[in-house]
């Protein structure tokens, strides 16, 4: 009981109350190796909401231990978030993708929803955006069908996210009111600003910077009631860039204090490497220098950050009048796009890329391009050899609905048998 309120104090924004609970919690005396593993937690939820990374990296690192050896997806769950928290992305996707699959296997159709929200935001920060968006849309499904509304609303969040990072405005203002609406119901700080700053995204992905830097400012002030300090702090790197691009750094200088205070104290190379690039674009010492500590982090942030970090630079070389070193960061944050299927900021890149005299290749879309999130999806399963009444099963379809996408998947892709499918490069589904 004193985690399941540990949790919801920390997603209604209220971290002192967090830390007290979870203070709590780590007192009582565990007797099963899940009660060892809830005490750790505590103990590590506690030290991070207090602020204190310091002791939070070694109590983080105690708890996903214990996690390996309980086979309950709620504390994989929890597992997943610490090791987002202690900048461990691969551990974190590890630990979701088998919450979702215990989940699955036991037909935990209450936890299924909030397991495959944790995998999609893993998958987002490994930069496979195809199959975050077919795991949100999963996620929505699946908690609608339940009345799950806490699941449905973190599941819209993901996708509201998604789709403001590839420019599709109607559907991530969208799914962005919808989740926005289902959260007035739950009063969850964590999810309103959630959604907030997946509009604010939207915004700097079109090229409104001004209008980005607003809502974000806004999102990051900390005297306003409802902004969740820890969404806050995430945002200050996007703000930070869009106050660049509209001629307003000056405004995001005290955002800065406080996201530097925070990664100098927390255990993210990640963190870190935003760090370096926010200090660049608010021309704070030595710009250069701090683009090149950006980039050379390890393990540095996710792809699309990278990304993002090769384009600023490029564009920062390019207006220092540095064309020829400036082409290969614009080339490969070009590339970097184009992989995530992000058109809106690949044609930035393209943009600035032209402007240093060079012509940007003609955009040669993959075939997987043409599939749907969800065929995508079952392509990967086909391609790790389920049969379709297996896929059904697992993803809670029926195998007539399956034999329908994977003809049009035959269809778009030109291949005959699923062994061809196979061999063409389809990438593997973590719900296999």
């Known amino acids: 009981v004193l985690m399941e309120a540990t949790a919801s104090a920390a997603y209604a924004g ?3 109350q967090a830390v007290v609970l979870g203070a709590r919690g780590a007192m009582v005396v565990p007797l099963t190796e899940l009660d060892h593993f809830r005490a750790a937690a505590m103990r590590a939820a506690a030290a991070y909401f207090a602020g204190d990374h310091e002791r939070a990296t070694p109590l983080l690192a105690e708890a996903i231990l214990r996690a390996e050896r309980v086979e309950d997806p709620g504390p994989l769950i929890w597992a997943a978030d610490f090791a987002s928290m202690a900048g461990r992305a691969e551990d974190s996707l590890q630990y979701a993708t088998r919450a979702v699959r215990i989940a699955r296997e036991q037909a935990l159709l209450s936890v299924l929803p909030l397991a495959l929200q944790k995998q999609t935001s893993a998958l987002i920060a490994h930069g496979r955006f195809g199959l975050a968006y077919a795991t949100a849309q999963e996620g929505v499904r699946l908690a609608s069908d339940s009345g799950h509304h806490w699941g449905v609303s ?59 830097t607003d809502r974000l400012l806004a999102l990051s002030a900390p005297d306003r009631p409802r902004v969740h300090p820890v969404i806050a702090l995430g945002s200050i790197p996007d703000l930070i860039e869009a106050a660049a691009r509209s001629g307003r750094r000056e405004e995001t200088l005290d955002r800065l204090t406080r996201y530097a205070d925070w990664a100098r104290r927390s255990p993210s190379p990640a963190g870190l490497s935003l760090l370096a690039r926010c200090r660049a674009l ?16 390890n393990p540095g942030p996710s792809p699309f950050e990278q990304a993002r970090t090769e384009l600023l630079y490029g564009e920062w070389l390019r207006r220092d009048r540095e064309p020829r070193e400036a082409r290969p960061h614009l080339r490969k944050a070009s590339e970097l796009f184009r992989q995530l299927a992000t058109a809106p900021w690949e044609g930035r890149a393209d943009a600035e890329l032209r402007a240093t005299g060079e012509t940007a290749r003609r955009r040669d879309p993959s075939t997987l391009d043409q599939l749907t999130p969800q065929e995508l999806q079952i392509a990967g399963l086909v391609a790790a050899g389920m049969t379709n009444r297996q896929i059904a099963t697992q993803l809670y379809l029926s ?11 035959f269809s778009k892709l030109e291949v005959a048998s699923r062994t061809e499918l196979a061999h063409i490069g389809v990438p593997p589904s973590e719900s296999a």
Not at 165 to 171: D, F, P, T, Y
Not at 184 to 204: K, T
Not at 401 to 409: F, S
């Open 399 to 409: 195998p007539r609905t399956i034999d329908y996408h994977l003809r049009k998947v």
């Open 154 to 212: 973190w599941n819209l969040a993901n996708l509201a996210r998604l789709d403001a990072l590839r420019g599709q405005e109607h559907q991530a203002r969208t799914h962005a009111g919808q989740a926005l609406q289902l959260a007035s119901f739950s009063g969850a700080a964590m999810l309103v600003s959630f959604a907030e700053w997946a509009l604010g995204l939207l915004d700097l992905t079109l090229g409104r910077a001004s209008e980005a």
């Open 14 to 16: 209220d971290l002192a």
């Open 282 to 297: 608010t021309g704070e010492g030595n710009e250069r220098q701090h683009f090149e500590t950006a980039l050379t982090s």
